[in-house]
């Protein structure tokens, strides 16, 4: 079965410093990926979305994430936070079996010290 | 503007009465799915729906029920048999599948008081 695994649950960076959050996925196939993200009390706004070609995808708000395949990752950056940042972000991959569907990652909420 | 609109924003239901919540779109998305998120457990799949008059069950349907019978309409309704209904709830569409992208209703708290 697909799966996503966002192995940090909560990161904390300083505004104006560079950002990673990791996702790994398992998938058999050449994977559809996703970023999305999502404000205190809201809905989810996709960040970037990757379904093939280039494995640098750039994306809204800043934000751009690299498909490495031998390392089943899909890895979202930003070189300069804002404190507007500050949100829970998750990762996603299409799921075939059965019908089309998102699988999501547990999210990892993201917090901007001043 | 086009867009997917949940209601209500926050719903308080006791404990044995059946709730329904509401989803609607305008963007003529045929597929339509609800999440219920809870802390540090990201979205699980309640139902989805590619088409009107059709749905299946996702990965934690027992205690919940839907009807499509429009293709703008997804409503969901928590029934008394599930166990631990209290959760936000997130309606989404997309145009066909999700790998084409979903979009995000901006969700319905429920509170089983």
């Known amino acids: 079965a697909q799966s996503v695994t966002q192995p940090d649950i909560h990161i904390t960076v300083s505004e104006g410093a560079s950002l990673e959050l990791r996702c790994n996925y398992s998938?058999?196939?050449?994977?559809?990926l996703f970023w999305y993200v999502q404000s205190p009390g809201q809905g989810l706004q996709l960040l970037l979305k990757?379904?093939?070609?280039?494995?640098l995808v750039q994306g809204i708000k800043g934000f751009e994430a690299e498909f490495k395949r031998s390392q089943s990752s899909f890895n979202l950056r930003k070189p300069s936070v804002h404190w507007s940042d500050a949100a829970e972000y998750f990762c996603?991959?299409?799921?075939?079996?059965?019908?089309?569907?998102?699988?999501f990652g547990q999210g990892t909420r993201l917090t901007i010290n001043p | 503007d086009g867009g997917i609109t949940q209601s209500p924003k926050y719903l308080f239901r006791k404990e044995g009465q059946n709730v329904t919540l509401s989803c609607e779109q305008n963007?003529?998305?045929?597929?339509m799915y609800w999440y219920r998120q809870d802390p540090g457990q990201g979205l699980r799949l309640i139902y989805y729906?590619?088409?009107?008059?059709?749905?299946q069950k996702g990965d934690i349907a027992e205690g919940y029920s839907v009807s499509r019978e429009k293709k703008e309409s997804f409503p969901l309704t928590v029934t008394s048999a599930q166990k631990n209904p209290t959760a936000f709830y997130l309606c989404?569409?997309?145009?066909?599948?999700?790998?084409?992208?979903?979009?995000f209703g901006q969700g319905t708290r429920l509170t089983v008081v």
């Open positions: 990757y379904f093939s070609g280039d494995t």
């Open positions: 729906s590619q088409i009107v008059n059709d749905f």
């Open positions: 996603a991959v299409e799921s075939t079996q059965g019908a089309q569907k998102l699988v």
């Open positions: 989404a569409s997309s145009i066909e599948g999700a790998y084409t992208e979903a979009f």
């Open positions: 963007l003529n998305h045929d597929a």
């Open positions: 998938y058999g196939a050449t994977p559809y």
